[in-house]
């Protein structure tokens, strides 16, 4: 009788185990895909998502409720984004049925010379206090967003992030310990304890935090549009601010500030058409190193393979070495863009790569003559915005002009001080860029809008997240659960070189035999927390006329569809 039910218990537990496995999907997936055909939202915290979708309801398009969104998000996330930051976003247009591109990063100070550097003997333009400082771009791209394509005012569009900010609203996890690590890091600098450490200490996960002065500068852009931010009292307040501190961003900096329209570039990959944006941002490194993949045969390797896993790290070293010469501000630099996204191109870099050993240091190719947040949202119309926008370092610079309730990007830190460098420091040059949004179409028409958060892990994301659904088959939610390579130490823009091969860094999910290989290949690998992005998309499927939303278990991020 005992025999008999040893049998009996063991059975059963087989049974609850089996019963247990997902019905679709690898078991690293964290949740379904999100189904909706009137809309859908995927951002980086869910208040932001639900005020989306609010717009939407009420007759906003995706154009909208993408600002709304991002409004909202710069006072929930204050760690990763707000209006003293830079934008970019990648647009589907239904009505005109293209792809618009839109660059709103700002540019260095023009009183701010390359002499100062060299005087002062800076070797590095630093992370922190005034000397990084750029124009804040977020807010004119809004209005360029909404100029061209908006439908609500724009004081509907902001009001939900300034009812938020008044009343408060309880922060959420990732946030709250991304909050304490930012405010101890910067709260010695002017403002940042009285907004962002009431009681002195940063709000914990569960606790209601309030910015009225961000509320306020909110209600200004309302009522007085891009020109009260960037000619009005808050371009004045700013520039006294950074009088104050030593730094040299002006009124006249801001005055002069204005976004761009851009054409998206594209390469083809298995026959998808993967659109980023070109310099002085980073986005045409995923199409590089998709190019150079694309003479594998990835899908034979296997996911989560050493002979997958070496390959897109030696492709990834490549592609970096070209974004560390060459990647810079066009209107100060010729960036030779044709050129670096060609197959072409792209088949004499591949040749470079053994199967068999890591490579310690590759040249960048000889031609002729830190945290952010990611949104995209879709709307019953087709119109699909893919928008990133970020403070750069966390929570920035630390300048917090007095009254404003917001933090200044500290994007600068990227310049070069080397002479003659594409991306050397000039004055109104706009610096290279880590942040960018990623677009697929499928024979011309809209796929899956996409990105992926977190500095130089952005187009190692991006082309991750390609081979994920393209090569690997994943669904939208599995490609960005899937576990993540984040290789690091190639040559950075700022003019550092790579010289010993870098650091691999494995996501926890990768075998521990595999791990083993890649070291034995010469891989250098270190265990990191975090720093693997990110990650929110939305498909279009037009056969059955919805939308699957996608946003992954790494964030406090929603998506999210009506």
Request: charged letters at 20%.
């Amino acid at each position: 009788m005992k025999k008999l039910l040893v049998v009996l218990t063991i059975t059963c537990l087989n049974t609850v185990l089996y019963s247990q496995d997902r019905v679709t999907g690898h078991d690293f997936a964290g949740r379904s895909e999100i189904i909706a055909g009137n809309g859908m939202a995927a951002t980086s915290q869910p208040l932001a998502t639900q005020v989306a979708l609010d717009i939407l309801k009420k007759g906003g398009n995706a154009i909208d409720a993408a600002i709304a969104a991002n409004a909202v998000l710069g006072l929930v996330e204050p760690t990763g984004c707000g209006i003293g930051g830079d934008l970019f976003a990648i647009i589907w247009s239904a009505d005109k049925n293209q792809l618009f591109g839109l660059n709103a990063s700002g540019r260095s100070p023009r009183s701010l010379k390359p002499d100062y550097f060299k005087n002062q003997a800076y070797e590095f333009i630093p992370s922190y206090g005034a000397l990084p400082v750029s124009v804040p771009g977020c807010v004119d791209g809004w209005y360029e967003m909404h100029g061209m394509f908006g439908k609500l005012p724009m004081k509907d569009i902001l009001q939900p992030a300034i009812a938020y900010a008044y009343e408060g609203f309880p922060v959420s996890e990732v946030i709250a310990w991304s909050l304490e690590r930012n405010t101890k890091l910067l709260q010695e600098y002017p403002n940042i304890k009285e907004i962002y450490m009431p009681g002195g200490k940063s709000p914990a996960k569960g606790e209601v935090f309030r910015n009225p002065l961000l509320a306020a500068t909110l209600e200004k852009i309302a009522k007085g549009g891009r020109d009260e931010f960037y000619r009005g009292s808050i371009a004045r307040d700013i520039a006294a601010f950074m009088k104050e501190q030593g730094g040299f961003l002006s009124y006249d900096d801001l005055s002069r500030h204005h976004s761009e329209w851009t054409e998206p570039v594209s390469t083809v990959y298995r026959g998808y058409e993967i659109w980023e944006l070109p310099p002085n941002g980073q986005g045409i490194a995923a199409l590089q190193i998709l190019n150079i993949l694309e003479g594998f045969d990835i899908s034979g390797m296997g996911f989560g393979s050493a002979e997958y896993i070496h390959h897109f790290t030696e492709a990834k070293k490549l592609a970096f070495e070209d974004r560390s010469r060459y990647y810079a501000d066009p209107l100060f630099s010729s960036v030779p863009v044709d050129r670096l996204i060609s197959k072409k191109y792209a088949a004499e870099r591949r040749r470079l790569i053994s199967p068999e050993k890591a490579a310690r240091v590759f040249d960048a190719g000889l031609f002729e003559a830190g945290n952010t947040i990611y949104l995209t949202v879709a709307d019953r119309y087709g119109n699909m915005v893919s928008l990133i926008q970020s403070n750069y370092r966390g929570m920035g610079s630390g300048m917090c002009p007095t009254g404003l309730g917001f933090v200044l990007q500290n994007r600068g830190e990227m310049f070069s001080l080397s002479e003659g460098h594409p991306n050397a420091y000039a004055p109104g040059k706009r610096p290279f860029h880590t942040i960018i949004p990623a677009f697929i179409t499928r024979k011309g028409r809209p796929w899956i809008s996409f990105g992926v958060m977190g500095g130089d892990m952005q187009p190692q994301g991006h082309a991750q997240i390609i081979i994920n659904l393209i090569d690997f088959k994943m669904n939208l939610q599995e490609a960005g659960d899937a576990p993540r390579i984040y290789h690091t130490g190639s040559s950075e823009p700022t003019g550092e070189q790579m010289t010993d091969g870098g650091i691999l860094m494995l996501e926890s999910g990768f075998r521990t035999e595999v791990i083993q290989k890649l070291l034995s290949m010469g891989h250098r690998i270190q265990w990191n927390l975090g720093g693997y992005g990110g990650y929110q998309a939305i498909m279009k499927d037009e056969r059955n006329n919805v939308y699957f939303g996608a946003s992954e278990s790494r964030k406090d991020g929603q998506a999210a569809g009506y």
